[in-house]
């Protein structure tokens, strides 16, 4: 198994709206907003080659959106997801399985793209992988929820006929060396995949845990439909992770591309930050 980072840029969102109930004097501490009180978020999806398969976990916020949705979100960097896979030595063409964790704009929006007025999937010979309960939840959207599942990004995969259903199994095995975990506090049956790599196990944390600032466990996003299950989900995987030394790979964290854990008298907190090609 090989593992490559594959960034597709930064953008912002509201500080308060990333750290829930957590004050900005506490929580700007570690992620400083700017004028109009946003942070910088990375948008790090993740590629896997292992056992002829080529497998890319999200896809980014992609550029088929309008101006007006994009000045919401003040995209900024050099990279971008054909950057990256290039850098990596393929190109979308390679990607024989898209796994997306769930279907939000900065999760799934570089899983479509619009050519000649015409939305069709980016990576023409992927398998694209969901879970039907996480997939009805996102095309019958609640209307707080509504605004993150854009029918654009998700309605194309399913008309191309590459979509497939992952069963909701937690723990179910998704290749040899790649597991299924689910959570239910961000959004419905998110999917998290947990790696056996080099004899140690990775876990991408899309948006269970998005950064290293939210590892205590208040600070939970005020975007997660079901906060007390946040709550829940991430004090069971902490413990779980620290007790064995999981590496955990942040998809928005804008500094820290993995973190293992430790255990203190005051709870778990961060332990170390380190790249994924240097795991």
């Known amino acids: 198994m090989n593992l490559y980072k594959i960034e597709t840029g930064f953008f912002k969102l509201d500080g308060g709206a990333m750290f829930g109930v957590v004050p900005k004097v506490i929580w700007e501490k570690s992620n400083p907003a700017d004028e109009r009180n946003l942070c910088t978020w990375a948008m790090r999806c993740l590629l896997i080659e292992d056992e002829g398969r080529l497998i890319l976990v999200d896809t980014g916020i992609g550029d088929k959106q309008d101006e007006k949705f994009f000045s919401h979100y003040h995209l900024h960097g050099d990279d971008s997801l054909e950057k990256s896979l290039a850098q990596a030595g393929f190109s979308k063409d390679d990607i024989t399985d898209v796994f997306l964790t769930h279907l939000h704009f900065d999760h799934v929006g570089g899983a479509v793209v619009r050519e000649n007025g015409e939305l069709k999937t980016a990576f023409k010979n992927a398998t694209y992988w969901s879970n039907k309960q996480h997939w009805e939840w996102a095309v019958n959207p609640n209307a707080r929820e509504k605004a993150s599942f854009l029918k654009e990004n998700i309605l194309p995969i399913a ?37 056996n790599y080099k004899g140690k196990t990775l876990v991408y944390m899309a948006d269970l ?37 999981y590496i955990l790979i942040l998809e928005h964290d804008p500094v820290n591309e993995c973190c293992t854990l430790k255990s203190t008298e005051k709870g778990i907190k961060f332990d170390k930050a380190f790249t994924i090609a240097s795991i």
């Open 159 to 195: 008309e191309s006929g590459q979509l497939k259903f992952i069963d909701v199994v937690d723990g179910i095995q998704f290749t040899k060396n790649i597991k299924v975990r689910f959570a239910y506090g961000h959004t419905h049956a998110q999917m998290l995949p947990q790696l």
């Open 209 to 245: 845990l998005p950064s290293v600032g939210h590892i205590p466990l208040p600070y939970v996003m005020s975007y997660d439909m079901f906060p007390i299950k946040t709550l829940d989900e991430k004090a069971t995987f902490l413990k779980e992770a620290e007790a064995n030394n």
